[in-house]
């Protein structure tokens, strides 16, 4: 789990959280890097417009959202399963067409092999406590 900007962006006027400026979003970059880098994903699964901009570019959630994409960032190629954001805001998993696509997504991230192996990690581990 990571964040695009790692720093706070700030308050807005009517008291909702700031939407980080593509400046500030650059600076944080280099700690989405490195994770990459480190980790090397197989799958990425970006919640909200910002961190699904991040890796596949401006598009409407219609066309990303229920979709399994590959995708190349920082020299490194994954699976992206984009998700909307669940802001107490936001309407648009609430009714269709993001109801379905939302449903959509779900099942591919459960059906991916990445997903899969992480579940099959956590029984495994679930095991040697009990």
């Known amino acids: 789990m990571a964040a695009v900007c790692r720093c706070f962006p700030g308050k807005t006027k009517q008291g909702g959280d700031r939407v980080p400026s593509t400046d500030e979003v650059t600076t944080c970059s280099k700690w989405m890097k490195r994770e990459i880098e480190l980790l090397r994903p197989e799958l990425v699964i970006p919640v909200g417009r910002l961190a699904i901009e991040q890796f596949l570019g401006q598009a409407p959630l219609t066309e990303t959202v229920g979709k399994q994409v590959r995708a190349e960032k920082f020299e490194h190629e994954f699976d992206v399963i984009a998700l909307p954001h669940p802001s107490g805001a936001s309407t648009w998993f609430k ?33 040697m406590v009990d």
């Open 95 to 127: 009714r269709e067409p993001g109801k379905s696509l939302l449903s959509d997504a779900l099942h591919l991230i459960n059906e991916h092999p990445a997903w899969q192996n992480l579940i099959d990690r956590l029984r495994f581990s679930d095991d």
